[in-house]
Nanobody
């Protein structure tokens, strides 16, 4: 059974940082890609980042480039999203999703999500 479990969300002030974790099981982690997505109330779902665990390729949405970094620890079947210089507009539920390639993550396996709230 494929499972993805996110953690690390919380309430922070603008300018602060958070690190989200996504721990996966039930598939060949080293060969798949993990994407991070976010959904804010009243807004469309947005793809935030993606990492290919096979070669380390990463990609980011323009809205987070230079502030967010995704990385993986294949030994732990974990992917991380380091979020720096957080803004109120980053407030959303963040999900990780697994697919065989980055474009396939949106239609792949999803975790339950973790809430990130950026507010003063």
């Amino acid at each position: 059974e494929v499972q993805l479990v996110e953690s690390g969300g919380g309430l922070v002030q603008p300018g602060e940082s958070l690190r989200l974790s996504c721990v996966a099981s039930g598939f060949s982690f080293d060969d798949w890609s993990i994407g991070w997505f976010r959904q804010a109330p009243g807004k469309e779902r947005e793809g935030v980042s993606c990492i290919n665990n096979s070669d380390g390729f990463t990609d980011y949405a323009n809205s987070v480039k230079g502030r967010f970094t995704t990385s993986s620890d294949n030994a732990k079947n974990a992917v991380y999203l380091q979020m720096n210089s957080l803004k109120p507009e980053d407030t959303a539920i963040y999900h990780c999703a697994a697919g065989r390639t980055c474009p396939e993550t949106a239609g792949g396996y999803w975790g339950q999500g973790t809430q990130v709230t950026v507010s003063s």
